[in-house]
């Protein structure tokens, strides 16, 4: 757990959001690393989630689910996609083609998991879509993020130590507690196709990174991430 709390709602509105009330804990870091594990148990056994899949939705033949995942009503599994529990797909979420679900990972309403995008330790909130080729590692997406194709949000140090962030109040680095942080991404923040984020990257709503551009740090809405002259 990081010394510095990073408050929910300075990334989050969750006013009429699926399974608002879930979202009591006012912490980021309740929803990453091990306690994203627990918070989820707690979540599929409230919907009679044991050890198999539980598929109210739509699941084609040829895709595969495994363990604990809950399927809601009006979500869409395409064939091909693997999903490994502890996993919650909210209704009306789309698992398409060639998806891969790694295990702790929470999907919103209407929320996306595209063609090959592959996805672990995350919760992606309703309408955020990680639709083309994508990344998504130990982090948390607010609502209407959107990441272009080939977007990756890194969650590993080439020196596989502690994840630093930095604190948005006073710009110093701040530990995690976490080995493996990638980035939290606030309401309506979004990056262009190829960009990175770096372990422990924060994007405020509404900020944006351009295309294959390297974002770390803190990324301020209205502030546009560009390739450096």
Sequence with gaps: ????????KSFVNLDGIFQAAKFSAPD?????????GAWLDALLNE???NDQPVVAGTVHEGAWLSGRVYVAKGALVEPAAYIQGPCFIGPDAEIRHGAYIRGNVYVGARAVVGHTSEVKGSVLMDDAKAAHFA????????RHVNL??????????LKGDEVRFRDPATGLPVASGL?????IMGDYSQTGCNAVLSPGTLMM???TIMPCVHGHGIIKSPHVAKIPK
């Design 1 to 8: 757990m990081s010394e510095i709390k990073l408050p929910l």
């Design 28 to 36: 980021v870091f309740s929803y990453l690393g091990k306690d994203l």
């Design 47 to 49: 919907f009679g989630v």
């Design 135 to 142: 990344y998504v590692g130990d982090s948390f997406l607010g």
């Design 148 to 157: 272009g194709a080939g977007t990756k949000l890194a969650n590993l140090k």
């Design 179 to 183: 080995r493996k942080f990638g980035a």
């Design 205 to 207: 709503p509404g900020a």
